[in-house]
């Protein structure tokens, strides 16, 4: 059975578990948070139960393949990827004098926001973030810094090339040109000025607000004034940089070289998969062996973030089955009202954000890329209809792109990245706010403005 036919017979009630991960992530951290802190892995596995016993009773061989296909094809790719980039990265220390000032901070976040088109959200985050943590370890407002870095090197800053961001790399395996993602660099660069801008006001008055506040306690600011030694910057564990650009070659390398795959269990199997994934364990094994345990100690390198990700995203892949295939059923399953309505560049920028907040941004994309090829070119072969989507109506590839990035900022789960920069954070005493919190305080007052304006100039 196709994923269509799937998403038409499907209940809508079947979404329910999924519903159910996205709460508990949202609210036990803020009500239960000792329970939370022990206890995700068992809440994760039982929404996954809850939909999977059920979907395999009634629906057997198919049921088992739909969960192998997410888990094998969409979830261990996923925490391969991600396992790699967060090893190497933690290898990687950037040592000398970071001092946590509204220029160096703003300065860190405008070279992650370039580096993430290059190496990946993922890889930008995992790299940048410690660096970021630790210039501002003397500081008493970090909150806005750790979110804006979410903002902008965990998703803006990757959509430039296919290697930014998945949904990107997913239509440069669909016969998007690998280089016309650099056409979005009007948008890309708009949305990123302005939120550096905007960071460095909001950082001056925080600064502004800690030393009133030390003041007030009849103590010296110490924030402007210069160490008394300052140490020189330099990286250690620089082998890890080959293993990066082993990371990004290996991504790289899937995306360009298509060989025949063959079958087996109901599942495709391409080598080009099977080699990218051993490209990355053995990336990440060479740097645990040669990586000196100095430089992570120096990192304070630990595995909870990324086993708390591989957890929560374990229960939403497997609880998102449904969801994803009401959205591939296309006018013909429960989003029928919402595909129906979205055929302008706003439309599709709006609709493929706002879904790709909450469910994978990447089958997000690719359901809205398949909407707009039967919209505009129905009846022609997909390569076809590519090539004359991106000749004839540029803006609407554009806004799928635009939307399926950017908004993966609006919330904790919208890009993984945006979950292991909240766990890290954490984990050195920032009180970062609750996935409502993060929504109110700081998507809707700063996000929806600025992609209200990036559809007026650019949509």
């Known amino acids: 059975m196709t994923e269509q036919a799937l998403g038409t017979a499907l209940p809508v009630w079947s979404a329910v578990p999924f519903a159910g991960v996205l709460l508990s992530i949202a609210l036990f951290p803020l009500i239960a948070p000792r329970f939370w802190h022990h206890h995700y892995p068992k809440v994760a596995v039982f929404w996954a139960a809850l939909f999977a016993i059920p979907f395999l009773q009634s629906w057997r061989g198919e049921a088992v393949h739909?969960?192998?296909?997410?888990?094998?094809?969409?979830?261990?790719?996923?925490?391969?990827l991600l396992w790699a980039l967060f090893t190497v990265t933690g290898g990687i220390h950037i040592a000398g004098t970071l001092r946590g000032t509204p220029a160096g901070n703003t300065a860190i976040l405008a070279a992650g926001t370039v580096c993430a088109s290059f190496i990946g959200t993922t890889g930008a985050s995992m790299l940048l973030i410690r660096p970021l943590l630790r210039a501002n370890a003397a500081r008493k407002r970090r909150v806005h810094t750790v979110v804006f870095f979410i903002f902008l090197v965990s998703n803006v800053g990757g959509g430039l090339t296919p290697l930014g961001d998945p949904p990107l790399f997913l239509g440069f395996l669909k016969g998007v040109p690998f280089f016309w993602t650099l056409s979005l660099l009007p948008e890309v660069l708009f949305a990123a000025l302005v939120l550096l801008a905007?960071?460095?006001?909001?950082?001056?008055?925080?600064?502004?607000?800690?030393?009133?506040?030390?003041?007030?306690?009849?103590?010296?600011?110490?924030?402007?004034?210069?160490?008394?030694?300052?140490?020189?910057?330099?990286?250690?564990?620089?082998?890890?940089?080959?293993?990066?650009?082993?990371?990004?070659?290996?991504?790289?390398?899937?995306?360009?070289?298509?060989?025949?795959?063959?079958?087996?269990?109901?599942?495709?199997?391409g080598p080009e998969t099977l080699l990218r994934e051993s490209i990355l364990i053995v990336m990440g094994l060479c740097s645990l062996l040669l990586t000196p345990r100095a430089?992570?100690?120096?990192?304070?390198?630990?595995?909870?973030?990324?086993?708390?990700?591989?957890?929560?995203?374990?229960?939403?892949?497997?609880t998102i089955i449904p969801a994803l295939a009401m959205l591939e059923a296309g006018t013909g399953g429960p989003f029928a009202p919402l595909l129906h309505a979205v055929d302008t560049p706003s439309h599709y920028f709006?609709?493929?954000?706002?879904?790709?907040?909450?469910?994978?941004?990447?089958?997000?994309?690719?359901?809205?890329?398949?909407?707009?090829?039967?919209?505009?070119?129905?009846g022609v072969p997909s390569d076809e209809a590519l090539r004359a989507l991106i000749d004839q109506q540029p803006q609407i590839l554009a806004a799928i792109s635009l939307g399926a990035v950017f908004m993966g900022a609006n919330t904790y789960i919208g890009n993984a990245p945006n979950f292991m920069v909240r766990?890290?954070?954490?984990?050195?005493?920032?009180?970062?706010?609750?996935f409502f919190g993060y929504i109110l305080r700081w998507t809707v007052p700063v996000l929806i403005p600025l992609f209200l304006l990036v559809t007026l100039l650019f949509l």
């Not at 010296?220 to 293993?243: D, K």
């Not at 909450?358 to 690719?366: C, I, S």
Request: charged residues 15%; hydrophobic residues 50%.
């Open 66 to 80: 739909q969960i192998a296909h997410i888990l094998w094809i969409d979830f261990v790719p996923f925490l391969a």
């Open 198 to 269: 905007v960071y460095y006001l909001l950082d001056r008055s925080a600064v502004a607000g800690e030393q009133r506040d030390l003041l007030r306690a009849g103590l010296s600011t110490g924030i402007a004034e210069p160490p008394a030694r300052r140490e020189p910057l330099r990286v250690e564990g620089g082998i890890n940089i080959l293993f990066l650009a082993g990371v990004a070659g290996a991504v790289l390398m899937s995306g360009l070289w298509r060989p025949d795959g063959f079958e087996a269990a109901g599942l495709h199997f």
């Open 295 to 318: 430089v992570r100690a120096a990192n304070e390198f630990s595995w909870e973030p990324v086993r708390e990700v591989a957890w929560l995203f374990f229960g939403i892949f497997v």
């Open 350 to 378: 709006w609709a493929t954000g706002g879904l790709s907040s909450f469910l994978d941004n990447a089958p997000t994309y690719l359901a809205f890329l398949a909407s707009a090829l039967g919209r505009f070119h129905g």
């Open 423 to 434: 766990s890290i954070s954490e984990q050195a005493g920032i009180g970062m706010p609750s």
